[in-house]
């Protein structure tokens, strides 16, 4: 079992910036594939980044390559989203997910993931 749990969320303008943070418990996250996912009102569950824990490799949707950067810190057995160029459609709620299954992995699909943290609501003005 794993515990997770989003913050860093809030209320931004337009081109700001915000890092989300995702601490875990029960289980150190190298044993982990890790996705970062959004959900705005009324749309389904959206990937958006995801960092295999055993090699590092990263994997982006098209929506926020070259704004967002998928990152993690070891011994703090934590998981980041760095947000950067920020624009209103961005706004959702952003849940942090992990993998036991496929450490090795990069994964896009909510279905394959075991654990969600609770969600950070983000939201950007105009």
């Known amino acids: 079992q794993v515990q997770l749990v989003e913050s860093g969320g809030g209320l931004v303008q337009a081109g700001g910036s915000l890092r989300l943070s995702c601490a875990a418990s029960g289980r150190p996250l190298r044993s982990f594939a890790m996705g970062w996912f959004r959900q705005a009102p009324g749309k389904e569950r959206e990937f958006v980044a995801a960092i295999s824990w055993v090699y590092a490799s990263t994997y982006y949707a098209d929506s926020v390559k070259g704004r967002f950067a998928i990152s993690r810190d070891d011994a703090k057995n934590t998981l980041y989203l760095q947000m950067n160029s920020l624009k209103p459609e961005d706004t959702a709620v952003y849940y942090c997910?992990?993998?036991?299954?496929?450490?090795?992995?990069?994964?896009?699909?909510?279905?394959?993931?075991?654990?969600w943290g609770q969600g950070t609501q983000v939201t950007v003005s105009s």
């Open positions: 997910a992990a993998d036991y299954e496929s450490p090795g992995s990069v994964i896009s699909n909510p279905d394959d993931y075991d654990y």
